[in-house]
């Protein structure tokens, strides 16, 4: 199922992906907790399948299913963000920002912390709610200028993203005349 997924054969990613599941649902109870990794990482392959084809609102529908109880902190981050991005792609903006706000409160250490920011902003722009706009992206600014001076990991997203929101929101106020 892999496989196909990396090779952009969705179809077939997905029949693979679902026969696991499918396989899953003839296992006796005793033996479930031996093929429950397997079923998680079918749900994730489903939903990043989904993910990858622009089917934002069928691969949140996985991702919020996926129960990571003993998987690594950066599984867990990982699916959360795609989670988040498919929420907000979905235009489900509360539900974004939720998941979006979560995921900024954890370790800010990962590739996709800036752009979670960027998203962020875009969901306060969308919901119209300017003054948690505004609150984020000085947090987005300030964090940007931590990771600058000190040369931190991905301070170069940081940099991209940074300028990136300042700029569109600059020219939303702009335009309004603000």
Request: proline share 1%.
């Amino acid at each position: 199922a892999n496989f196909y997924l990396n090779c952009q054969a969705y179809e077939r990613a997905l029949y693979h992906f679902y026969k696991i599941l499918n396989y899953a649902l003839n296992i006796e109870e005793t033996n479930i907790s031996n093929y429950e990794t397997y079923i998680i990482w079918a749900q994730l392959g489903i939903a990043q399948t989904y993910l990858e084809q622009n089917k934002f609102e069928e691969a949140y529908e996985f991702f919020t299913k996926i129960h990571l109880k003993n998987f690594e902190t950066s599984i867990v981050l990982e699916v959360l963000f795609k989670e988040a991005v498919c929420a907000y792609r979905s235009k489900h903006f509360n539900k974004a920002e939720t998941l979006l706000k979560s995921y900024c409160s954890k370790e800010p250490n990962t590739p996709q912390f800036a752009k979670a920011y960027y998203y962020l902003i875009h969901c306060y722009k969308a919901m119209e709610d300017k003054e948690n706009l505004l609150k984020t992206l000085f947090e987005l600014l300030k964090l940007g200028q931590e990771k600058r001076i000190h040369q931190d990991d991905y301070w170069e997203k940081w940099d991209k993203y940074q300028t990136l929101s300042a700029k569109e929101i600059a020219q939303d106020f702009y335009t309004e005349g603000k």
